[in-house]
T-cell receptor
Framework: DAKTTQPPSMDCAEGRAANLPCNHS???????VYWYRQIHSQGPQYIIH???NNETNEMASLIITEDRKSSTLILPHATLRDTAVYYC???????????FGTGTRLQVFP | DARVTQTPRDKVTEMGQEVTMRCQPI?????VFWYRQTMMQGLELLAY????????DSGMPKDRFSAEMPDATLATLKIQPSEPRDSAVYFC??????????FGPGTRLLVL
């Protein structure tokens, strides 16, 4: 079973920041938070991951709360091509296994 | 850009036929995963390999599914005999040890 809870859907205006929340209240100390997304008819695509500290890369930023029970994925300037299902996944780095939940369907509108 | 490739991209077959799906992982990656995606169940992990050895196939129906890695550049997923409930998109992903997984474009299977 997925260890995360995400809203089923969100909207965002093009050019605005998209903030996607994720709850993972049962996360343990050695578990990472991963974000993937799946654009329609494509395979999932890695976005970012983190353990405790906030992370940023060319795609997004990941903000993890101090107690690590929740996180937010931020797409700073959403484009129409960011329309996708976004999956927040908690996983132990030693197991390799990704357990996908139902994700958040992000719709970016013009 | 290094990518995971999968063949065929689409497959339509009749119930009872054997289906073989192939995956070429990214060169240098030592971990290969097979996932299945349906509307009802979402994305499910079927099996995965590290250094060509199967590590976990607990998600795979054992009676009709089999996964192998004949060599480091090829992973196969076979269904024999296929059933309509096997209709799904099958994704292969590869990675290096515990790092990020890179997914292929998937094989869309329809069993009539």
């Amino acid at each position: 079973d997925a260890k995360t809870t995400q809203p089923p859907s969100m909207d965002c205006a093009e050019g605005r920041a998209a903030n996607l929340p994720c709850n993972h209240s049962t996360i343990s100390g050695n578990e990472y938070v991963y974000w993937y997304r799946q654009i329609h008819s494509q395979g999932p695509q890695y976005i970012i991951h983190g353990l405790k500290n906030n992370e940023t890369n060319e795609m997004a930023s990941l903000i993890i709360t101090e107690d690590r029970k929740s996180s937010t994925l931020i797409l700073p300037h959403a484009t129409l091509r960011d329309t996708a299902v976004y999956y927040c996944i908690v996983t132990d780095h030693n197991t390799d296994k990704l357990i996908f939940g139902t994700g958040t369907r992000l719709q970016v509108f013009p | 850009d290094a990518r995971v490739t999968q063949t065929p991209r689409d497959k339509v077959t009749e119930m009872g036929q054997e289906v073989t799906m192939r995956c070429q992982p990214i060169l240098g990656h030592n971990t290969v995963f097979w996932y299945r995606q349906t509307m009802m169940q979402g994305l499910e992990l079927l099996a995965y390999f590290r250094n060509r050895a199967p590590l976990d196939d607990s998600g795979m129906p054992k009676d009709r599914f089999s996964a192998e890695m004949p060599d480091a550049t090829l992973a196969t997923l076979k269904i024999q005999p296929s059933e309509p409930r096997d209709s799904a998109v099958y994704f292969c992903a590869s990675g290096l040890d515990e790092e990020t997984q890179y997914f292929g474009p998937g094989t869309r299977l329809l069993v009539l």
